[in-house]
């Protein structure tokens, strides 16, 4: 599956505002992108799946598009 | 909105309620950008940036709740994106109700909850361009 993620925050300076990565699931979509940015390892952030706030495993489908969530820090 | 929130902008907030006749009392919160010290560098600016689509569906769903909890007259909220500099507001928040203590209340658990469900992410600007994340308490 071709996933569409954005980034936000601290996260985006590592892994840019946008990217395509192939995966089946979120679990295995994480470790994909802590191949390619090691940096990741150590940053915490949420992931949504289309604008939902996922914390178990969950299937992706074509088009899905994933967000990476440092935690907030508004106001 | 983008950038900072004019002064005159909230004055003229207010006066738009003068209509409204069976408000009470207004709570405001006005946030503000501080010139943070750190390691000796000085915070001159706080740029934002938010996942906007999911900040405007959560700032919908608080206020429906908000509403729900609270007799509300009304509640208009506004968070500045982009760069803001020390000195400047950067959130705008404004509850209105028949008496005090639930505009008071409405507005504190508002701002509360703004800064720890909204998507949004303050990069600190120092004064030699160099920058920190900043972290809500």
């Known amino acids: 599956m071709k996933i569409k993620i ?7 300076e590592i892994t840019g505002k946008e990217l395509v990565i192939e995966a089946l699931d979120t679990a295995s979509l994480q470790q994909a992108l802590r191949d390619k940015f090691p940096a990741l390892a150590e940053k915490k952030y949420a992931i949504a799946v289309n604008k939902i706030l996922v914390t178990d495993n969950q299937i992706l489908t074509d088009n899905d598009t994933v967000a990476l969530m440092p935690p907030y820090s508004g106001g | 909105m983008q ?5 005159s902008f909230i004055a003229d907030s207010i006066a738009k309620h ?3 006749k069976d408000i009470g009392a207004h709570s405001i919160f006005l946030g503000q950008v501080r010139a943070d010290v750190i390691e000796d560098k000085t915070v001159v600016a706080i740029e934002y940036t938010a996942y906007e689509n999911l900040a405007l569906q959560k700032m919908h769903e608080l206020r429906e709740e908000l509403f729900t909890k609270y007799d509300l007259s009304c509640m208009h ?5 982009g760069k803001v500099k020390a000195g400047e507001l950067c959130l705008f928040v404004f509850t209105s109700s028949k008496h005090r203590q639930t505009a008071i209340n409405a507005c504190e658990e508002i701002v509360e909850r703004i800064k720890a469900e909204l998507p949004v992410w303050g990069k600190e600007i120092f004064e030699d361009q160099s920058h920190q994340w900043k972290v809500n308490n």
């Open chain 2, 77 to 81: 909220v506004h968070h500045s994106l």
């Open chain 2, 3 to 7: 950038g900072a929130i004019n002064p």
């Open chain 2, 18 to 20: 003068a209509s409204k």
């Open chain 1, 6 to 12: 954005i980034a936000f925050g601290q996260i985006a």
